[in-house]
């Protein structure tokens, strides 16, 4: 008989194909495990996408990717960057602080948090913070404020700028002598509230300013009692990146 010669090659895949596929499928179970712990943000990752597009001759063909609604976001546009929507998830974080307090604090009928275009407004009427006629703060309503200044210097709003807005109904001043018409009013109340912010909490003046529109910006037609006292309100505006701090609007 002819001898098997020793190195006759054995039938087969190599013995080292056999460890790879084996350490490959182990990674992909520890892969699959870590994204079964995970979240997706879909907006972000969204985002992320958006910027690949048009610059590497790709997704012309069709959509590779499912769009889904991120159910975590309000409605946000689907061209807004990753920056933007970080923003929008940062005033959200604050307005809901913001409505808490209130309704801990008996206010939630008379401060609001809502996000709008020019970004997070703290609505507060005028009756917590001044009594009629007046613009000295009132002791209560330095509590307010003393919370509120502690919200704008934190991580997330602290390089934003702040606007301080006075505002009025359209009723003439009766209660006292000291302001000729109700643009001074409004103007005297949000300079108050600057300077309280700018004093009490140390808020940098270079990034806060006020202004007083009177009775031409109200929320609601100066028609009745209630929408008056509505429109009677102090709103303390931080706003988006995108708005100039000196920004009439």
Known sequence: M???????????????MTIYSDMVTLLL????????????????????????????????????????????????PENMSTSDIQEQEDFKKLQNQIETYAEENN???????????????????????????????KPRAKEVLLYIGDMLKLEEVKDKHIKIEGHTDSDPILYTNLFESNWELSGMRASSVLRFLVDKKGIESDRISF????????????DTAENKAKNRRVDILILKSSYSKWEPN
């Open 29 to 76: 179970c520890f892969f699959i495990l870590l994204f079964s712990f995970s979240e997706i943000d879909v907006q972000k990752f969204q985002a992320i996408m958006k910027s690949f597009e048009g610059s590497l001759g790709i997704w012309e063909g069709g959509k590779t990717i499912e769009q889904a609604p991120n159910i975590n976001a309000d409605n946000l």
């Open 211 to 222: 202004a007083g529109y009177a009775y031409y910006r109200p929320v609601a037609p100066n």
């Open 107 to 137: 206010l939630d009928a008379k401060i609001v948090a809502d996000i709008e275009e020019r970004g997070l407004v703290i609505r507060i009427l005028d009756n917590v913070f001044f009594d009629p006629g007046r613009a000295e703060i």
């Open 2 to 16: 002819r001898r098997r010669q020793k190195n006759e090659e054995k039938k087969g895949s190599p013995e080292w």
